[in-house]
């Protein structure tokens, strides 16, 4: 479900190195989800998504990966660079429901 | 392409006073409209979604209500606004059918005095 009333976790990464942003999902059910990034001020945006029928699945130096056994998501960003820090959300649903759940949110700080 | 439009950017007004926040999406027919209020470093509350036309679904029960008066157009108003409505109002879309992710106006900031 929303965890609205939730702080968000922090990751704090080096310029360059490799991200991983983890994600635990709610509903065993859940056939979607999806990867938003909001920067400060701004409207989150679509990053990348993933069915359950899939492990994992690769954009531009972006991998989801999901594990349905322990409904957990995570997003890896490769080479984090400084225009990555922002607040990463997960998100899931269910085939026909027009909702999405979303996450708590990590934010990320890019050191350089 | 698609677009979606949100105003006014940043609204402050007293408590007590009404409100009226607008979106509208271009490039796309019936989409799935929705409502959401992200308070200062939370997470995003879904308040309102819309079917179609005339048809509101609500999330949270409080002083906030919503309409659909035309295909595109989704409008989040109150009659009497709290401290408590302060907040970064996002409106989204997203088309009827498979893939289902939303995709997210810019947002309004509103700060309730």
């Known amino acids: 479900g929303e965890s609205v009333g939730l702080h968000l976790p922090t990751l704090s990464v080096q310029e360059g190195d490799n991200s991983i942003i983890n994600c635990a999902y709610s509903?065993?059910?859940?056939?979607?989800f999806i990867w938003y990034k909001q920067e400060s001020g701004k409207g989150p945006q679509f990053i990348i998504d993933?069915?359950?029928?899939?492990d994992k699945r690769q954009g531009q130096r972006v991998t989801v990966l999901l594990n349905k056994t322990v409904k957990h998501l995570s997003l890896q960003i490769a080479a984090t660079q400084p225009g990555d820090s922002a607040v990463y959300f997960c998100?899931?649903?269910?085939?026909?429901?027009?909702?999405?759940?979303f996450g708590a949110g990590t934010t990320v700080t890019v050191r350089a | 392409s698609q677009t979606i439009h949100q105003w006014p950017a940043t609204l402050v007004q007293p408590v007590g006073s009404p409100l009226s926040l607008e979106c509208t999406v271009e490039?796309?027919?019936?989409?799935?409209l929705y409502w959401y209020r992200q308070a200062a470093g939370r997470g995003l509350q879904l308040l309102f979604y819309?079917?179609?036309?005339?048809?509101i679904s609500s999330e949270v029960p409080q002083n906030l209500s919503a309409s659909r008066p035309q295909d595109r157009q989704f409008i989040l108003s109150s009659k009497k606004l709290l401290l408590s409505d302060s907040g970064f109002y996002l409106c989204?879309?997203?088309?009827?059918?498979?893939?289902?992710?939303?995709?997210f106006g810019p947002g309004t900031r509103l700060t309730v005095t």
């Open positions: 989204a879309w997203r088309i009827g059918a498979p893939p289902y992710e939303q995709y």
């Open positions: 509903n065993s059910a859940s056939d979607y």
């Open positions: 993933i069915r359950s029928n899939m």
């Open positions: 998100a899931e649903t269910l085939t026909n429901d027009y909702k999405l759940s």
């Open positions: 490039g796309t027919s019936n989409p799935n």
């Open positions: 819309s079917v179609g036309i005339g048809q």
